[in-house]
Each structure stands twice: as structure tokens, then as C-alpha cells.
């Protein structure tokens, strides 16, 4: 956890800090709905009165709205990391309360404005004619794809893979595409598939469909061998105990 973030979550507890404009600009990127991104607001604005945790039934009544569909909304903000309860100690009663925890969302917000500061600096960086469009786009992609912003570490493994490694669009969409169906969709295991294309020379998806065709006959020949040592092991076997016992 950053100093950024534990800096930025005290001014919000002591009512120095109201609503950040980035929020509402970039709440998708957090894979929030507009109704999820209501109630945080409503939550927060209960927070800056000193209700650190208002009951479902207490927010249904001020607010108007279904109990089932506070209810809902709690869990979901709970579920994508946005906030969770937590004990703090209260100097007025000298004892522990339950409060929302908004250092979860503080430090997603935290991640996203550095992601978005890396991606400015290689916009802005003197690159090569369609670059920047290209890692806008990869980026964009990734995003959608992995429902959530990037963090800066993430957006510079793109930077690299398209203006240091060359790789093309469509070979890191392709390597995405395999860590997707296989369910390893990591940024570890994207890179890792795209290096062992690069060791094997290969920069075009038919190379990458030839290479694969490749690597299952081989591995089928090996196994057909391998069959056959069995085979003849057993064979070996039959003929020392018919003969040799």
C-alpha cells in the first residue's frame, strides 16, 4: 500500500477530501455500473456525516430504495474490491466500531492515475508513426478484457512488447486469445508465449499456426514411440516367461 493511498484515505475520513472528480470519470475502468457507482457516492456522503457504516435497512429508508437491491449493491462493491468493513477505534466512546474501508477504492484509484500518467508519457514519447494509436489500442483491449484499468507495470510490459520487442497487434491479441481459452490470463503467461514465439523466429499468425501444427505432430510421433517401447517391453516380458522360466 502506497504512502499515496493511506494519504488520501485519511483526508477522506476527516471530511478534507469530497468526491474525486477521476472517480466519476473513470468508474468503469474499476468495472463499476452507474447504479454501483451511486450507491459508493451515497456511501461516501454518509461517511463525510460520521455514519462510517450505515445498515442496509437504514440506507433503504433514507434513500428510497429496495432493501434486496442495497443489499445487492453492498456485496458487489465488497466482491470487486472497492471497499470492505473493517474495526477502528472510536476516541469518542473508547471502543471499537465497524466502519467501510475505502482504502481498497483509494488504492485502485491510486493505480489507475499512474497507469494513466505511464500511458500520457509513452503517448507523448517521440515514437515511431502509429505507435501511440497502437498502444492505446492494445491497452484499451487488455482493459475490456481483463475488466479492470492496468497498472503501470502492466502498461509498460505493453510499451515494451510493441516499441522494443516489435511485436505486431495481432500477435499479442493472438497470445492473449490462447491465455484466455486456457484460462491463464496473466500478464506472466502472455509474455511468456510471446518470447517463445520470438525464440522461435515467428512474427505472422499462420507462423504461429504452422508452429503449433508442428509441435502437435511431434508430440504425437512422440507418444506413438512411445507406445511401441511399451509394446515391445511387454513382448520381451511374454517371451522370457514362456521360455525362460
Known amino acids: 500500500m502506497s504512502g499515496l493511498t493511506l494519504f488520501l484515505a485519511e483526508l477522506f475520513n476527516q471530511g478534507l477530501l469530497s468526491v474525486p472528480v477521476f472517480l466519476l470519470k473513470n468508474y468503469r475502468h474499476l468495472n463499476l ?8 457516492l451515497q ?5 463525510n456525516e460520521g455514519n462510517l457504516l450505515p445498515s442496509a435497512e437504514f440506507l433503504a429508508k433514507s434513500l428510497g430504495e429496495d432493501l434486496g437491491e442495497i443489499k445487492k449493491n453492498y456485496r458487489e462493491l465488497i466482491k470487486k474490491g472497492i471497499i470492505s468493513v473493517s474495526k ?16 481498497p477504492l483509494f488504492e485502485k484509484l491510486t493505480d489507475l492515475w499512474a497507469a494513466q500518467k505511464v500511458l500520457n508519457e509513452v503517448n507523448n514519447r517521440p515514437l515511431e508513426k502509429g505507435s501511440v494509436d497502437s498502444a492505446a489500442r492494445v491497452v484499451e483491449v487488455f482493459s475490456r478484457e481483463f475488466g479492470r484499468g492496468l497498472s503501470p507495470i502492466e502498461i509498460e510490459l505493453i510499451d515494451n512488447w510493441l516499441n522494443q520487442k516489435k511485436y505486431s497487434e495481432e500477435l499479442i491479441y493472438e497470445a492473449l486469445k490462447r491465455a484466455v481459452i486456457l484460462n491463464k490470463k496473466s500478464f506472466r503467461y502472455i509474455d511468456a508465449i510471446l518470447y517463445r514465439w520470438e525464440s522461435n523466429n515467428i512474427k505472422t499468425i499462420e507462423e504461429v499456426n504452422n508452429f503449433e501444427e508442428q509441435m502437435k505432430k511431434k508430440k504425437t510421433a512422440k507418444a506413438s514411440k512411445n507406445e511401441n517401447n511399451d509394446m515391445d517391453e511387454k513382448k520381451k516380458e511374454l517371451i522370457k516367461k514362456l521360455y525362460l522360466s
Open 43 to 47: 456511501l461516501m456522503s454518509f461517511n
Open 88 to 103: 477502528k477505534f472510536d476516541e469518542k466512546s473508547g471502543k471499537y466500531v465497524e466502519t467501510i474501508d475505502y482504502i
Open 33 to 40: 455500473t452507474e447504479k454501483e457507482l451511486v450507491f459508493l
